[in-house]
């Protein structure tokens, strides 16, 4: 993982990285047996590895209208997607500004940049015209994808380009929206409508590095300004496949299961540990743009959600809130927490709430850069590695 800096900043960096390690060193290692991780994969073939095997299986579910995209149909679409980028101009090494909230087409256009080489950089549509466009300007966007009603964000800061579909150019921009096209704004392109005119193969065949970047997503900005971080396609193969690859009793993720994503997939941890482990695993996921009490229930009851992955507000949602009672949400097979850590009486009512579910943390190692899904510890594994390929290393100073 690289974080993308200040140029004056560089040498720090490289300084750091040239001293020389300390002379005692003690590893650690996972007890769980080691996995063949197919890190030499395009992120986008590893993850649709499974869709011959399921290709009648949901994929993606929009939660709120019922649409459903099989395994089949999804992996369609993210190529004829991918053509349609690739007509737009769009090639290797190129960057793709998805600005949306969850939906299909951020799935589908995020695996369609894969498939040409191209690196998406998600934004959230919340921000203001200036947080975009410091974001748009950082990560050097070729092409925006987004919803009509964001577009005069992209219109009221006078730095963006002029946005023209019919020109391509320094100085004017090409923006997808995915309304219907009736709703397309002035000189945007409507996102099916390029769909359903391109051809899946015309897909050019592109050489794609395992140190190539796939995803440039940025930092909430915590401690300081929010900072872009290159995500490779082996770090993210890599990431996915300690999660959801091998034997392992804190796998949280199968063929079968529904994944709640209702975590923007603008953040990392539901594009990586929700989005990407269930397309690898052969799961669904149903996908909903925004957290509304009602509406997640409602989803969750309707879609059979086996996995919920939260965060704390959320999870004080589910163990307190009077309206889950209403509702059936015995499927739920996992709750999977992540972002901050949970205080026990929290985790304890929820347990009540949902008495059927093993309940996890996703735990961020900061200096590894890993994730580790904990639900179950053998007696003799306190002080140990749980985490498959992960090492951790102690160093005497």
Same mark, same amino acid.
């Given at each position: 993982?690289?974080?993308?800096?200040? /140029?004056?900043?560089?040498?720090?960096?490289?300084?750091?990285?040239?001293?020389?390690?300390?002379?005692?060193?003690?590893?650690?290692?996972?007890?769980?047996?080691?996995?063949?991780?197919?890190?030499?994969?395009?992120?986008?073939?590893?993850?649709?590895?499974?869709? &011959?095997?399921?290709?009648?299986? !949901?994929?993606?579910?929009?939660?709120?209208?019922?649409?459903?995209?099989?395994? &089949?149909?999804?992996?369609?679409?993210?190529?004829?997607?991918?053509? @349609?980028?690739?007509?737009?101009?769009?090639?290797?090494?190129?960057?793709?500004?998805?600005?949306?909230?969850?939906?299909?087409?951020?799935?589908?256009?995020?695996?369609?940049?894969?498939?040409?080489?191209?690196?998406? #950089?998600?934004?959230?549509?919340?921000?203001?015209?200036?947080?975009?466009?410091?974001?748009? *300007?950082?990560?050097?966007?070729?092409?925006?994808?987004?919803?009509?009603?964001?577009?005069?964000?992209?219109?009221?800061?006078?730095?963006?380009?002029?946005?023209?579909?019919? #020109?391509?150019?320094?100085?004017?921009?090409?923006?997808?929206?995915?309304?219907?096209?009736?709703?397309?704004?002035?000189?945007?392109?409507?996102? =099916?409508? %390029?769909?359903?005119?391109?051809?899946?193969? $015309?897909?050019?065949?592109?050489?794609?590095?395992?140190?190539?970047?796939?995803?440039?997503?940025?930092?909430?900005?915590?401690?300081?300004?929010? *900072?872009?971080?290159?995500?490779?396609?082996? $770090?993210?193969?890599?990431?996915?496949?300690?999660?959801?690859?091998?034997?392992?009793?804190?796998?949280?993720?199968?063929?079968?299961?529904?994944?709640?994503?209702?975590? !923007?997939?603008?953040?990392?941890?539901?594009?990586?540990?929700?989005?990407?482990?269930?397309?690898?695993?052969? &799961?669904?996921?149903?996908?909903? !743009?925004?957290?509304?009490?009602?509406?997640?229930?409602?989803?969750?009851?309707? =879609?059979?959600? #086996?996995?919920?992955?939260?965060? /704390?507000? %959320?999870?004080? @949602?589910?163990?307190?809130? /009077? +309206?889950?009672?209403?509702?059936?949400?015995?499927?739920?097979?996992?709750?999977?927490?992540? @972002?901050?850590? %949970?205080? *026990?009486?929290?985790?304890?009512?929820?347990?009540?709430?949902?008495?059927?579910?093993?309940?996890?943390?996703?735990? +961020?190692?900061?200096? %590894?850069? *890993?994730?580790?899904?904990?639900?179950?510890?053998?007696?003799?594994? $306190?002080?140990?590695?749980?985490?498959?390929?992960?090492? &951790?290393?102690?160093?005497?100073?």
């Amino acid at each position: 993982m690289i974080t993308v800096a200040a /140029p004056e900043a560089q040498p720090q960096v490289a300084a750091a990285v040239d001293e020389a390690p300390p002379e005692a060193v003690t590893v650690f290692r996972s007890k769980l047996p080691d996995i063949d991780i197919p890190s030499h994969l395009p992120l986008h073939e590893y993850c649709f590895a499974r869709a &011959a095997e399921l290709p009648d299986a !949901p994929c993606l579910i929009a939660a709120a209208t019922g649409r459903t995209y099989t395994f &089949a149909e999804t992996r369609l679409l993210c190529r004829r997607a991918a053509a @349609a980028l690739h007509r737009l101009g769009v090639g290797h090494g190129d960057r793709v500004m998805v600005l949306l909230q969850n939906c299909v087409e951020f799935a589908v256009a995020f695996f369609a940049a894969s498939f040409l080489g191209a690196v998406t #950089t998600a934004a959230n549509p919340f921000c203001t015209p200036q947080e975009i466009h410091k974001q748009f *300007k950082a990560s050097g966007v070729k092409l925006i994808l987004t919803q009509s009603v964001y577009v005069d964000k992209l219109r009221q800061h006078e730095a963006f380009p002029r946005i023209d579909a019919c #020109t391509v150019g320094d100085d004017t921009l090409t923006v997808i929206t995915i309304d219907d096209d009736e709703a397309t704004p002035e000189g945007c392109l409507p996102f =099916w409508d %390029l769909i359903a005119d391109a051809d899946e193969g $015309s897909v050019p065949e592109v050489a794609i590095s395992p140190d190539d970047p796939v995803a440039l997503p940025f930092s909430s900005g915590t401690t300081g300004l929010p *900072k872009g971080v290159v995500l490779t396609h082996r $770090s993210v193969v890599s990431g996915v496949a300690q999660q959801v690859d091998g034997e392992n009793p804190n796998l949280h993720m199968g063929a079968g299961d529904v994944a709640l994503c209702v975590l !923007p997939l603008f953040h990392i941890f539901s594009l990586n540990s929700v989005l990407l482990c269930a397309v690898r695993a052969g &799961a669904a996921v149903a996908l909903m !743009p925004r957290f509304e009490m009602g509406a997640m229930l409602g989803a969750i009851e309707r =879609w059979r959600v #086996t996995v919920a992955a939260v965060v /704390p507000p %959320l999870v004080l @949602a589910l163990a307190k809130n /009077p +309206f889950v009672e209403r509702h059936d949400l015995s499927s739920i097979r996992i709750v999977l927490s992540g @972002a901050a850590p %949970l205080g *026990k009486e929290l985790e304890d009512a929820l347990r009540a709430r949902l008495p059927q579910a093993i309940f996890g943390q996703v735990v +961020f190692y900061k200096r %590894l850069h *890993k994730v580790h899904f904990i639900h179950a510890i053998p007696k003799s594994a $306190s002080g140990k590695i749980l985490r498959r390929e992960l090492r &951790a290393k102690l160093a005497a100073c």
